[in-house]
Nanobody, 116 residues
Framework: QVQLVESGGGSVQTGGSLRLSCAAS????????MNWYRQPPERPSEWVAQ???????HYTDSVKGRFAISKDTANNTMYLHMSNLQPEDTAVYHC??????????WGQGTQVTVSS
């Protein structure tokens, strides 16, 4: 069974930076893609960024140029480097992985709070 554990969330001021981590364990599945989603307060979850098994990256428009997704395959860890954070980035950030059976796996989430 796949386990995804996020870490690195916290509280920062506008313009600050954080790096989120997502550590995967418990399976030898090949992940077709890994993603970050976020759920702002009282709003639905939204997709933020993706990195494919081949290393291609994609971002939602609102974070382009500010966020960078990466992975360390040897350590089964994915990262989200977030810079120039804005209050609208405040959310619970969730790690997601899609395996080669098209099954979704989710982490428990980590809170990011950006104050003005």
């Amino acid at each position: 069974q796949v386990q995804l554990v996020e870490s690195g969330g916290g509280s920062v001021q506008t313009g600050g930076s954080l790096r989120l981590s997502c550590a995967a364990s418990g399976s030898t599945f090949t992940f077709v893609s890994m993603n970050w989603y976020r759920q702002p307060p009282e709003r639905p979850s939204e997709w933020v960024a993706q990195i494919t098994s081949g290393g291609r990256t994609h971002y939602t428009d609102s974070v382009k140029g500010r966020f960078a997704i990466s992975k360390d395959t040897a350590n089964n860890t994915m990262y989200l480097h977030m810079s120039n954070l804005q209050p609208e980035d405040t959310a619970v950030y969730h790690c997601n992985a899609v395996d080669d059976n098209a099954h979704d796996h989710w982490g428990q989430g980590t809170q990011v709070t950006v104050s003005s």
